[in-house]
């Protein structure tokens, strides 16, 4: 990538924005021998660059003095005036000083990084872009030293770390960076921690490994570019890790946010079906109001109108009928409560919506005879009355069929008892249970 152009009063930034990797070798993993050899050619420029650097430091010295003299000497201005306003150019003469000999040893460190990366010590590489980056105070510089330590964790399999140099480099020098490589290499490392990566906390003890960084990567992924092309599937991801540490309320907002900015995607599919699933187990835990149970209801009823063919419709219906029993158990518990209490007008009203939109399950019948309690005009039918069968589905269990084999084979789990496979010596060995011992050993072909 190429930087766009920043003024520098330094030299040595000007020098060291040439002698900094640019982002595109980071995302290409290129070998830190070819940085490195090119780096020596410039690291001696760097060091007539410095001395120029100095000349200039002293050229504004003198100019900091003069100004200084001048308002001193300026008649308008009282003694103590004159006084803060020498003090204040000292100050900055000082400053400019100070940072001139820092963006020179910030070059130094620079260079030891680059030295090291050569060598493959990964680590002590970028501890020294990072140290370089803390001691210069040129935007440029410190955006190239962010993206030489990112290169150099990627090396070294430090993931985490990586990605908290890109977060730095997307947050403070957005606009000196490739933000489209930044990101997709996010997304790279929240895959990478999703399918098992852990970063080594000690080079000298790589068997520690540090903690899992798949939510915050994916966040800060999902952050900086919403609309990437796996978002959908991190979404997912995500969706089912907090449905997993039980943050129901996390799972429902991103299976939403699948549907709302990946319709029409694979996505999108599954979000419906999660969000179908988490309404039902909460339905299921404990539905006061019945909002659960509606909104389960609701997304089932859109799935199935979504996708009719899909092969999951039959667990929806099966669903379904799980969300009718919690709704019809929830209004008998009601009408039973206001009958205890003397309010036999709504007790009759919710049973009257448990016999005629949930007559097939369980509290259908105690339902119906209550009521007939309650309303003496009402004929409850008798239990014996043929209800309607609710959906369900048959399993075909087909038995393996026997082959003849000239070997046995032992299953894996033997826990090492059988090394070897065992030959079968008779193939006609009779395996039917039912017959008794006495009927299988009196058969000339039993054994």
Request: glycine residues 4%; hydrophobic residues 35%; contains cysteine.
């Amino acid at each position: 990538m190429s930087f766009r152009p920043v003024r520098s009063c330094s030299a040595v930034c000007l020098v060291t924005l040439l002698s900094l990797g640019a982002w595109s070798a980071y995302a290409q993993e290129s070998a830190p021998k070819d940085e490195a050899a090119a780096s020596e050619s410039k690291a001696e420029t760097a060091v007539s660059s410095t001395e120029k650097t100095a000349e200039s430091a002293a050229s504004s010295s003198e100019n900091v003095d003069e100004t200084a003299s001048e308002v001193a000497s300026s008649p308008e201005l009282t003694a103590d005036e004159a006084r803060d306003a020498e003090l204040e150019a000292k100050k900055e003469e000082e400053d400019a000083s100070r940072r001139a000999k820092n963006d020179a040893d910030a070059l130094k460190v620079f260079q030891k990084g680059l030295d090291l990366e050569r060598e493959g010590e990964y680590r002590k590489a970028a501890k020294r872009y990072l140290d370089a980056e803390l001691l210069t105070s040129d935007k440029t510089v410190k955006a190239n030293a962010l993206t030489n330590a990112a290169r150099a964790y990627r090396q070294a399999e430090l993931y985490g770390k990586e990605f908290n140099c890109i977060e730095r480099l997307i947050s403070e020098h957005m606009s000196r960076i490739d933000f489209t490589g930044a990101v997709n290499r996010e997304y790279e490392i929240a895959d990478a921690f999703y399918r098992g990566h852990r970063d080594a906390m000690f080079e000298w003890l790589p068997f520690i490994k540090d903690s899992d960084r798949f939510l915050e990567c994916s966040e800060a992924a999902l952050r900086n570019a919403p609309c990437a092309e796996s978002a959908g599937a991190v979404r997912l991801r995500l969706a089912r890790m907090y449905l997993t540490k039980q943050k129901t309320d996390q799972s429902i907002e991103k299976f939403k946010e699948v549907l709302h900015l990946h319709p029409g995607t694979d996505s999108a599919y599954y979000a419906e079906l999660g969000l179908a699933d988490v309404y039902c187990q909460l339905a299921e835990r404990g539905d006061g109001d019945g909002r659960w149970a509606t909104l389960a209801l609701e997304q089932l009823d859109h799935f199935e109108e979504t996708y009719p063919e899909a092969p999951e419709i039959q667990w929806v219906k099966e669903q379904r009928l799980v969300i009718d029993k919690i709704q019809a158990k929830r209004l008998h518990d009601l009408a039973r409560y206001h009958h205890r209490n003397g309010r036999d007008d709504l007790a009759e009203h919710y049973l009257n919506q448990v016999v005629q939109r949930y007559g097939e399950t369980e509290h259908a019948i105690p339902s119906e005879k209550l009521l007939a309690e309650i309303d003496e005009t009402y004929e409850a039918p008798p239990d014996a009355m043929p209800r309607k069968d609710p959906a369900h589905y048959d399993f075909v269990r087909n038995p393996i069929p026997l082959e003849d084999s000239d070997l046995l084979i032992v299953p894996e789990n033997s826990d090492g008892k059988w090394l070897l496979p065992i030959r079968d010596l008779k193939k006609d060995i009779k395996t039917d249970s039912r017959e008794t011992y006495e009927e299988r050993a009196g058969s000339d072909a039993a054994y």
